[in-house]
């Protein structure tokens, strides 16, 4: 039996007023969802627990079937797993930002998408600062994007714990960064080398006169902190292996860590101008050898973030048009399977960002009894009786025999 999560990132939203009243599910023309729910059935449930910030790594978490309150400890140890940084039982991974903040204000929380070759210099130069503090690590990732590790000596050299507190710099655009600084254990090694970072930044010139012309980074900004998740291998928890299909960091790190085949496709590009078809056919290149695979698509969460609801639209259209439909084609020809649509959180073109809520999911294959629903959308899925109240709950629902 092969199986197949298709995620639309942040696809769930609200009825629209541009799109005359429906939500951009509602206005798109989505055939191949659909017939994943008229031939099969049609939920809802809550991906993001109330108590944690919307997001795809909490999000996507609950999809894999880990729950994320017991499982999630902070992005950074995610993107850590993606570029290969193994982390030790008590390491922390923190993410480190270049940013540009004046007059205490969030200027640009990339330092105006900081070329790698400054980045470069800027981490030599802190590493160098912290020579004398074997526990500091710092890894260059792309632009603006790097990571620090707390190597830790021992078990009970545990320097943060998860009452430690930290912003996220892209919330604080265009605002005071005073109120959103780091505080709890261990927040005041933060600020002393956020505090330092100032300093150094002026002494590199490559960074005070950019090739580019713009503004300088003026400092790090440290947050999203965490330790190594204790995920048990998806192989043990589920029995199956796996793989995912993804342009995105945080996914790729979450597979890694999971024990699944990571599958790099040319010409996705994370954004709406990204390879549909070319996904569409490494999924089922991937479904000859793998048992379940996770195909993620992330231009739909970037056309809500730009508030732009005909984007939004045509991203789900090419979605349809290009993964589910050959996918669920071949799928159909190979013998038994099942596959699921389902988003990781809803992010709403009103305020073009992650939020909370219920999103859909629809389920069709082998041994599933169809109910009424016909189509694939908010509305409709708020009229249906199966509803899993916590995300986890999907995936032994999925696998098994879809009783609640
Ligand atoms: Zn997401």
């Known amino acids: 039996m092969k199986y197949v999560l298709v995620i639309p990132d942040g696809c769930a939203d609200e009825p629209q007023a541009e799109l005359g009243g429906k939500t951009p599910l509602q206005a798109a023309r989505i055939p191949h969802m659909d017939t994943i729910v008229s031939q099969g059935i049609l939920g809802r449930t809550d991906t993001v627990p109330a108590s944690m910030p919307s997001g795809s790594d909490v999000g996507t978490m609950s999809l894999f079937g880990y729950d994320p309150l017991v499982y999630h400890t902070g992005r950074a140890p995610l993107e850590a797993a993606a570029q290969g940084i193994e982390l030790g039982p008590h390491d922390w991974a923190i993410r480190c930002n270049f940013v540009t903040i004046t007059k205490d204000n969030m200027a640009s929380f990339t330092a105006s998408q900081l070329p790698n070759d400054v980045g470069e210099e800027l981490i030599g130069l802190l590493q160098e600062m912290t020579a004398n503090n074997a526990q500091w690590e710092f890894h260059q990732g792309v632009s603006y994007r790097n990571l620090l590790v707390y190597r830790a000596q021992n078990a009970e050299d545990q320097p943060f714990d998860s009452g430690t507190s930290t912003t996220p710099p892209h919330d604080l655009t265009d605002q005071t960064v005073l109120q959103d600084l780091p505080s709890g254990k261990g927040s005041e090694l ?215």
Not at 205 to 233: E, F, M, V
Not at 239 to 268: P, Q
Not at 317 to 324: C, M, P, R, S, T
């Open 190 to 404: 933060l600020l002393d080398l956020m505090e330092r970072s100032k300093k150094l930044f002026l002494k590199s010139d490559k960074n005070q006169k950019r090739a580019d012309g713009q503004p300088a980074a003026t400092q790090i900004w440290l947050w999203g902190q965490g330790s190594r998740p204790a995920l048990k291998p998806f192989q043990e928890q589920f029995g199956k292996s796996g793989a995912v299909i993804t342009a995105v960091d945080l996914l790729r790190g979450l597979g890694s860590l999971l024990g699944w085949d990571i599958i790099e496709v040319e010409g996705a590009t994370g954004y709406t101008d990204t390879d549909y078809a070319a996904k569409g056919r490494a999924a089922i290149e991937t479904l000859e050898k793998s048992e379940f695979v996770v195909v993620h698509v992330e231009a739909t969460d970037e056309a809500s973030h730009e508030g732009e609801a005909q984007e939004k639209v045509k991203a789900l259209e090419n979605i349809d048009e290009h993964i589910v439909g050959p996918v669920h084609d071949y799928l159909k020809q190979q013998g038994e399977y099942r596959i699921l649509v389902c988003p990781d959180h809803p992010t709403f073109l009103r305020t073009k960002t992650h939020s909370h809520g219920y999103v859909p999911f629809g389920i069709c294959g082998t041994q599933v009894r169809p109910d009424q629903a016909k189509c694939y959308d908010e509305i409709t899925a708020s009229a249906s009786n199966l509803l899993l109240p916590k995300g986890h709950q999907l995936m032994p629902f999925f696998f098994g025999t879809l009783t609640k």
